[in-house]
């Protein structure tokens, strides 16, 4: 079974731009989290989506939002970018009840946004 | 808030020790409890989770306990390998949010 991807990559962007990242979830899962990885913040919690619907958020400002496809499919947008966004992104799927209700999280490889 | 810390934060072995890393959390409501490894630039695989009602898991060398009364987990690594050089991060699951709170990390080098 293919595990989380995530494009790109990596990205480089200047202040004030936008940027759209995208994660294909494990097939059958239909859970995805987002998260943002940085030095001085470690991992932070941005947002979960189930069946389309947000149904979690963290404590990020509106620049960061996201939204989920009909297929499980979900991507993630920051809006005016600032220095301070450079960071890893990370994506994870899990099953819910189709997992057995663990909700084991699986991640991708990550998205490297540098904004310059 | 559900605050999760690691000790140590940084650890280094000889190849073949056995070593235990350490998790504590805040907030004892948690839904389950994940162990995962990190590669530098790369993202996270799991290695172990345990659900709440459960007091370990093992794979392989590894072993993660759970005490959800004291808010306490370990992960214990037996027979160290230099291909178990990473960054360690423990993560809890809170029963309401669906979302996870990370520790910092424990890095381990084992020194061939």
């Known amino acids: 079974k293919a595990g989380v991807t995530q494009t790109p990559r990596y990205l480089i962007k200047t202040r004030g731009q936008q940027v759209t990242l995208s994660c294909s979830p494990i097939?059958?899962?239909?859970?995805v989290s987002w998260y943002q990885q940085t030095p001085g913040q470690g991992l932070q919690f941005l947002f979960e989506?189930?069946?389309?619907?947000?149904?979690n958020k963290g404590n990020f400002p509106g620049r960061f939002s996201g939204r989920q496809f009909s297929n499980s499919r979900s991507e993630m947008n920051v809006s005016t970018l600032e220095l301070g966004d450079s960071a890893l992104y990370l994506c994870?799927?899990?099953?819910?009840?189709?997992?057995?209700?663990?909700?084991?999280?699986?991640f991708g490889p990550g998205t490297r946004l540098t904004v310059l | 808030k559900q605050e999760v810390t690691q000790i140590p934060a940084a650890l280094s072995v000889p190849e073949g020790e056995n070593l235990v890393l350490n998790c504590s959390f805040t907030?004892?409501?948690?839904?389950?409890l994940q162990w995962f490894r990190q590669d530098p630039g790369k993202g996270l695989t799991s290695l172990l989770l345990?659900?709440?009602?459960?007091r370990e898991q093992t794979s392989g060398r590894l072993n993660a306990s759970l005490d959800k009364s004291s808010g306490r987990s370990t992960l214990y690594i037996a027979a160290s390998q230099p291909g178990d050089s990473a960054t360690y991060l423990c993560?809890?699951?809170?029963?309401?949010?669906?979302?996870?709170?990370f520790g910092s990390g424990t890095r381990l080098q084992v020194q061939p």
């Open positions: 097939s059958g899962h239909r859970s």
């Open positions: 993560a809890v699951g809170d029963t309401g949010r669906r979302a996870l709170t």
């Open positions: 345990i659900q709440s009602s459960q």
């Open positions: 989506y189930f069946s389309e619907t947000q149904r």
């Open positions: 907030d004892s409501a948690i839904y389950n």
């Open positions: 994870a799927s899990s099953g819910g009840l189709a997992g057995g209700g663990k909700n084991e999280q699986f």
